[in-house]
Each structure stands twice: as C-alpha cells, then as structure tokens.
Nanobody
Framework: QVQLVESGGGLVQAGGSLRLSCAAS????????MGWFRQAPGKEREFVAA????????TYADSVKGRFAISRDNAKDTLYLQMNSLKPEDTATYRC?????????????????WGQGTQVTVSS
C-alpha cells in the first residue's frame, strides 16, 4: 500500500508558475513509476506527465510539453511537477499516482495508487 498526498496547488495568473509536490509513504517509493493526471470540471481525467522508477525516463502530454517538468527525489519519497507558463486551460484538480510498472505509463489503468488531488486555478 502506498499513500500519496499532493500539495502546492493554488490560484495563479496566466503566465505564472507553480510547483506541485506529492509525498509518498508506505511501500518503497522507488519501486514505482509515478505520474500526474488532471481533471477539469465536466471533463475526463487526462494524463499530464510520468516518470520512471529511477527518474531517467519521462513522458509528457503534448499540451504541457515544454512548459511542465516532472521530477522525483527517491531519497525524500517525493514527486514534483514544475509548471511554468500556465494557461487558463491548465485549471484542474491535479492528482499524483503510482504504478508498479518500471516504465512511465501514460494510461491511468496502469496506476494502482492515487492521491486525493490539489486544485490549480489559472486566471486570465
């Protein structure tokens, strides 16, 4: 069992930045690939970014590529999402998730543990 707790969300103006964190506890954090997903009201949950167990492989949704950066610190059992050049369409609840796969999956079905989420609101 892995418990995930997100933090760092908030209200920011378009063009601004936020850094999300996801603190993990329970089983060994480094055993899991990790991902970020987001869901806006009335929309499906969508993939944002993922990172492999060791952190040497990352993948991003086209909509955030070049603006967002996913990273992890296995010594601190923490996952991060640095979000720059934020746009109003980035407004959503962001959730981190853990996958037992070694790669960085983009499909939510491969993730077995989920955090509760943190709200990000970008004003225009």
């Amino acid at each position: 069992q892995v418990q995930l707790v997100e933090s760092g969300g908030g209200l920011v103006q378009a063009g601004g930045s936020l850094r999300l964190s996801c603190a993990a506890s329970g089983r060994t954090f480094s055993s899991y690939a990790m991902g970020w997903f987001r869901q806006a009201p009335g929309k499906e949950r969508e993939f944002v970014a993922a990172i492999s167990r060791s952190g040497d492989s990352t993948t991003y949704a086209d909509s955030v590529k070049g603006r967002f950066a996913i990273s992890r610190d296995n010594a601190k059992d923490t996952l991060y999402l640095q979000m720059n050049s934020l746009k109003p369409e980035d407004t959503a609840t962001y959730r981190c998730a853990a996958s037992s796969l070694g790669i960085a999956p983009t499909t939510r079905a491969y993730y077995v543990y989920w955090g509760q989420g943190t709200q990000v609101t970008v004003s225009s």
